[in-house]
């Protein structure tokens, strides 16, 4: 199975450029496949609760400090925090630097779209957010799909079962044999991965066209400009420093999820595979469990990196530049808003038209320029949040004491390779569990 997994993700890469040809030379055809893809989606993010609640619960139940579980989570959020003022600082930087929006012109199909938008970005507010957390009961945390939710109700019952003593052990060993169950199902929804890629992407090819891409190519080519910027120099360079691990190879290792990502259009798409990728390179289950969901609605360096360039576009493009410290203002603004538009489809282009909306209504008009090519933007956004969660994973592992990175450098080095037909590692993670490296013997491990 492992050696048949390699022809399927060739198979991705050859409907990814099907659907780009579909989308081009039958642009109509292109966008009546559009529920493929999302089909495809909707399958993978039915697996995203039930896996995020046996990976904590797993983990937290099986912790004998409670403190420890909140240590992570501190060191997380302080991480994340600090991660998303550094991108909002970068696409600052790039933004003043080429001015993007410069001679584009608004249109009245625009500003109906950018009200659209707008529209969107306020029906979430960040109370409604938080509150949103707190599910209506124990079990709608799974049947409405929220991450957090999930996660709130996970390490409740984590900690419970962790006061429970021995006689959790049943009741532990039944969400292990649940986690097989659901891992097993979602290697079986990968094998749709080909047809949902093709849909997602013909979609998405025959409702831009060409005409938009060649008017904006300046703000999209500078935002992936951006984004590689910051995930190879800063994260590489932290991720270098902190855990001497290579960033390039570690991407390598998570090449079929970018793939996924690149794919669909969504970051949620490799949630599952990211949590066990990361158990599987050596990082303990309580940290996987807490710093990859948490990551998902916190950790946005992408979306960060979006705003502040986005702002800086719409501004120009409507003759109303902003100074320096409206600039710093309003994009801090936008990102305590981006907290309470996490669960809206278009999350990002929502909370810049909301966020503008809040903040200075007459700069909303142009959040139309960029409609049409927010689902490519929306590609480097999740991709850079990915690469950004993957990284955090790997760091919060190191600072708590929970990464092994002996058993890293066999993984990145091919030695150890992902099953990719269970998606477990149940064999090392017993090995682990019996006879741990010491935390000075896994420092000492030469780095990748």
């Known amino acids: 199975m492992r050696d048949r997994t390699r022809y399927l993700y060739l198979a991705v890469i050859v409907a990814v450029l099907a659907g780009i040809l579909v989308g081009f030379v039958w642009p109509d055809v292109g966008q009546e496949l559009k529920p493929i893809g999302t089909g ?23 912790v004998t400090q409670a403190a420890k ?19 909002l600082l970068i696409g600052l930087v790039v933004g003043n630097l080429i001015d993007p929006g410069n001679g584009l012109q608004l249109t009245d199909a625009a500003r109906e779209a950018a009200a659209s938008e707008a529209a969107k970005g306020e029906s979430t507010s960040t109370v409604d957010f938080l509150l949103g957390i707190i599910p209506t009961t124990l079990v709608s945390a799974f049947t409405e799909g929220q991450v957090l939710q999930t996660l709130l109700v996970a390490l409740l019952s984590g900690f419970a079962l962790q006061a429970m003593g021995p006689r959790a052990t049943p009741i532990l060993n039944g969400i292990a044999h649940i986690q097989r169950l659901v891992f097993r199902i979602l290697a079986m929804i990968m094998w749709a991965a080909p047809v949902g890629a093709f849909g997602a992407i013909a979609a998405v090819v025959g409702a831009t066209g060409l005409d938009a891409l060649k ?6 080519a500078a935002f992936y400009l951006t984004c590689l910027l910051f995930v190879g120099v800063v994260l590489g360079a932290l991720l270098w420093l902190v855990a001497r691990i290579n960033l390039w190879t570690l991407l390598r290792y998570l090449g079929r999820e970018f793939l996924l990502i690149l794919s669909t259009s969504s970051s949620e798409s490799a949630l599952p595979r990211l949590i ?13 469990g807490i710093t990859v969901p948490t990551g998902y609605s916190f950790n946005l360096d992408g979306t960060a990196i979006y705003l502040t360039l986005a702002t800086l576009f719409v501004a120009s493009a409507t003759g109303a530049p902003l100074g320096f410290g409206e600039q710093v203002s309003l994009l801090v603004f936008m990102m305590i808003a981006s907290k309470g538009a996490a669960g809206v489809t278009g ?9 503008l909306q809040s903040h ?17 933007m929306s590609e480097a956004r999740a991709l850079t949040n990915f690469a950004g969660n993957a990284v955090a994973t790997v760091l919060v592992g ?3 004491g929970e990464f092994d990175r002996g058993r890293a450098v066999e993984v990145l080095a091919g030695r ?21 490296a010491p935390a000075a013997e896994r420092t000492m491990t030469p780095a990748v």
């Open 398 to 400: 190191t600072w708590t």
């Open 347 to 355: 999350a990002g282009l929502a909370t810049l038209a909301g966020g």
């Open 69 to 87: 579980v909140g240590k992570v989570g501190g060191l997380a959020l302080g991480y994340f925090i600090a991660m998303s003022t550094v991108a």
């Open 360 to 376: 200075r209504p007459e700069l909303v008009d142009g959040v139309g320029l960029i409609v049409g090519i927010d689902r490519f």
């Open 416 to 436: 150890a390779p992902f099953d990719e037909a269970t998606l477990l590692d149940e064999d090392a993670e017993t090995d682990r569990q019996e006879s741990p």
């Open 276 to 288: 066990a990728k990361m158990e599987h390179l050596g990082v303990s289950r309580p940290v996987v």
């Open 215 to 220: 008017s904006l190519a300046v703000i999209m």
């Open 40 to 62: 495809f989606v909707a399958l993978i993010k039915m697996m995203i609760s039930p896996i995020i609640f046996c990976t904590i619960v797993l983990g937290v139940g099986s």
